[in-house]
Structures are given as C-alpha cells and as structure tokens.
Nanobody, 115 residues
Framework: QVRLVESGGGLVQPGGSLRLSCAAS????????MGWYRQAPGKQRELVAT???????MYADSVKGRFSISRDNAKNTVYLQMPSLKPEDTAVYYC?????????WGQGTQITVSS
C-alpha cells in the first residue's frame, strides 16, 4: 500500500518560515519524481516544485528563488523549505510521487499565512 504523509503545515505570519515534509512508503522512493503542489480556495491545484530521481529541481515562477525542495532517499522523505511566506502562499499543500504511469498523492496539509 502506497502512502504519502505530509507534515509541517500550520498558521504562520507573513515573512515567517515553514518546512513541509512528506514521508513515503510502499514505493521505491529513489526512482520517483517527487513534487509539491498547492490548491488555494476557489483555485485549481498548481505545481509548486519538483525534484527528480537525479536531484534536478523545478519551481513555479511564484516561488522560484524563495522556496527550496530537497529529498533524502535514505529516509524516503521529500521536503519543501518555505521562507519569507506571503499571504498568497495560503493553500493546501499536497505531496506527489510520479514514475511513469504510477502517480500518487498525499492527503494534503494546510498552510495559512496571516497576521
């Protein structure tokens, strides 16, 4: 059974920082491209960042230079470091694992950026 379990969300003030973690089980983690997506109220789910099996990363323009994605294959975990958070970063953040036709999602974790 494949499981992706996100943690690290919460309420933070503008300018604050959070680090999301996604622990994977039931997959050969090292071969999967891992990603973070987010969905704000009333909006479609959008890509935030991805990291492939070789460690290459890709970011949405809205977070490029601000957020950082990384992975620890020994711990089957992917991270999203989010400094300098803005109110527009408020959303449910989802972890994603993809390898060819195999595609899995976590349950999501809420991040609210508000004073």
């Amino acid at each position: 059974q494949v499981r992706l379990v996100e943690s690290g969300g919460g309420l933070v003030q503008p300018g604050g920082s959070l680090r999301l973690s996604c622990a994977a089980s039931g997959i050969i983690f090292s071969v999967y491209r891992m990603g973070w997506y987010r969905q704000a109220p009333g909006k479609q789910r959008e890509l935030v960042a991805t990291i492939d099996s070789g460690g290459s990363t890709m970011y949405a323009d809205s977070v490029k230079g601000r957020f950082s994605i990384s992975r620890d294959n020994a711990k089957n975990t992917v991270y999203l470091q989010m400094p300098s958070l803005k109110p527009e970063d408020t959303a449910v953040y989802y972890c994603n694992a993809m390898w060819y036709e195999y595609h899995y999602w976590g349950q999501g974790t809420q991040i609210t950026v508000s004073s």
